[in-house]
């Protein structure tokens, strides 16, 4: 059995059903039931009840998994709520603490984890230092691991380029956070799904291996390219970024905020990748971007 935490959210899913289609006995471990057993059991996975926080629940989630994947993030990604412990510090380096030793002491024979591009000791945000140690506690663990850095997912499920997609759809022009210059390495979901499928069912390669795209873009061309495949330009307007860093501050008050600082920072971020070992070990052809965005977005 292969256990998939993270199986309901937009990559483990992608990876969820890929190892269903491919006829492997899938479970996905979920937090919140009430909110994600339709969608797993609509993948055709069983469920299971697990949640990163606490760890007697993953002992019970682990037991008797062959192989162990790591594809999570707490709700409010990328903002931060520390009373309700979503931090990165809660979820990457101790939940992976947890969960790589409970994998371990249930006997698991292979764990991937998925960390990101960008995961260093020395990183500047929060985000990749958690990374990194989260990497550190699997590759102390003993067991055989993968850990897949991906750079700038999209997909039909995509938190990101979505957001962008249903600009283009309703306003006159797509807004865009600062000039759009950050260099970003699209790589499209199922490519990484591909990646992650083979590293939890075989016995091939182990080790760390960055994700990426076989494009490196600015998020100007990314936008351009996406209106190109919906069939209609619009222009790009730039907005220099205290404006949404501004309204994401004082729109921190409600309970929902539609977009917070950490979201903005996210939103002007580059994400590049070096893939040369990827394709070497994997022997993977990564989908250029007009490809995979015209599997879901063509009109
Ligand atoms: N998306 C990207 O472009 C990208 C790029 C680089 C790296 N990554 C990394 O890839 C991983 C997955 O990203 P994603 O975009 O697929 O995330 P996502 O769609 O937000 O999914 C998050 C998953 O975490 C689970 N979860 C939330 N709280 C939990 C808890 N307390 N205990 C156990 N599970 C919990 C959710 O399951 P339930 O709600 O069912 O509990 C859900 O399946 C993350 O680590 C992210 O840093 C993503």
Do not use: C
């Not at 850095?149 to 283009?168: I, M």
């Not at 919906?230 to 790009?236: E, S, Y």
């Amino acid at each position: 059995m292969i256990l998939l935490v993270g199986g309901s959210g937009f990559i483990g899913a992608a990876v969820a059903r890929r190892l269903v289609g491919q006829g492997s006995d899938v479970a996905v471990m979920t937090a919140h039931p009430a909110r994600s057993r339709e969608r797993i059991e609509r993948m055709g996975a069983r469920v299971v009840a697990g949640d990163i926080l606490e760890p007697a629940s993953l002992d019970r989630a682990v037991d008797g998994a062959d192989a162990v994947l790591q594809s999570l993030t707490f709700p409010t990604f990328p903002a931060e709520k520390p009373r309700k412990r979503y931090t990165f510090e809660e979820f990457d380096r101790l939940g992976t603490e947890r969960l790589v030793t409970a994998a371990a002491r249930a006997g698991v024979g292979r764990y991937v984890f998925v960390s990101g591009a960008g995961a260093a000791p020395d990183a500047s945000e929060v985000r990749f230092r958690a990374k990194w140690l989260g990497e550190e506690a699997v590759r102390a663990s003993g067991i055989a691991h993968v850990i897949i850095r991906p750079s700038w997912v999209y997909g039909p499920e995509d938190p990101g380029l979505n957001k962008f997609v249903a600009f283009h759809r309703w306003l006159p022009f797509v807004p865009v956070v600062g000039d759009g210059s950050q260099r970003l390495q699209p790589v499209f979901v199922e490519d990484v799904a591909e990646v992650i499928a083979l590293a939890v069912t075989r016995t091939g390669p182990t080790g760390t291996f960055e994700v990426g795209g076989p494009e490196v873009l600015t998020m100007n061309d990314v936008l351009r390219t996406m209106m190109e495949v919906r069939g209609k330009m619009k222009p790009l307007v730039h907005f220099p970024r205290f404006l949404p860093g501004l309204a994401a501050f004082f729109l921190q008050v409600l309970p929902r905020p539609p977009l917070s600082p950490e979201a903005v920072d996210f939103a002007t971020a580059g994400a590049v990748a070096d893939t040369e070992k990827l394709r070497q070990e994997f022997g993977i052809r990564l989908t250029p971007l007009r490809q995979g965005l015209s599997t879901y977005l063509a009109g």
